[in-house]
C-alpha cells in the first residue's frame, strides 16, 4: 500500500515546530485544522495545543502551558501508537520529558534542549521550502 503524500502545511509546521517556531507551526497547522473533518481535524488540534503550550512554557505562562499540555495530550491520545507518520508514544514520552518539572508542581523555565523534534515514517518525499520563514530560532 502507498502513503498518500502529506499535506503541505502539514509538513511546514513539522519544520517550523522543530525550529522552536511554535506559534507559527500552530498558525500553518490551524489552516488544516479549519478544514478537516473528524478524526483528523482532533489531531490537528492536539499538534496545536502542543505548539501553543510550549509557546506559553517559553513565554513563563506555566499555568497556561500545564492546561493545553493536558488537553493536547487527551486530543491526541487516541491516535496512538502512531498516525500522519507521528510515533506519538515517542512525542508524548518527549513531552513529558521537557515538561517534567512543571508538571510536578516545581517552577522551571522551558529546557529548549528537552523539547522534542517531530520526525515522520514514512519520511515525506520532499520537504517543503521554508527558509524564506523569518520564523526560524
Keep these: 500500500m502507498t502513503q498518500e503524500p502529506y499535506d503541505p502545511r502539514y509538513l511546514v509546521g513539522v519544520v517550523r515546530f522543530n525550529r522552536g517556531a511554535w506559534f507559527e507551526a500552530h498558525e500553518a497547522w490551524e489552516d488544516l485544522w479549519h478544514e478537516s473533518t473528524l478524526p483528523q481535524r482532533r489531531f490537528y488540534q492536539g499538534l496545536i495545543q502542543a505548539a501553543v503550550a510550549l509557546c506559553h512554557f517559553h513565554n513563563g505562562n506555566l499555568r497556561g502551558a500545564v492546561k493545553l499540555f493536558h488537553s493536547s495530550r487527551e486530543y491526541l491520545d487516541?491516535?496512538?501508537?502512531?498516525?500522519?507518520?507521528?510515533?506519538?508514544?515517542?512525542?508524548?514520552?518527549?513531552?513529558?520529558?521537557?515538561?517534567?518539572?512543571?508538571?510536578a508542581g516545581r517552577t522551571a523555565e522551558l529546557d529548549e534542549t528537552r523539547v522534542p523534534?517531530?520526525?515522520?515514517?514514512?519520511?515525506?518525499?520532499?520537504?517543503?521550502?521554508v527558509e524564506g520563514d523569518d520564523y526560524g530560532r
Design 117 to 129: 523534534t517531530i520526525a515522520l515514517d514514512p519520511p515525506p518525499e520532499a520537504w517543503p521550502d
Design 78 to 103: 487516541p491516535f496512538r501508537p502512531a498516525y500522519l507518520g507521528l510515533d506519538l508514544n515517542l512525542f508524548w514520552d518527549g513531552m513529558q520529558h521537557c515538561f517534567a518539572d512543571l508538571l
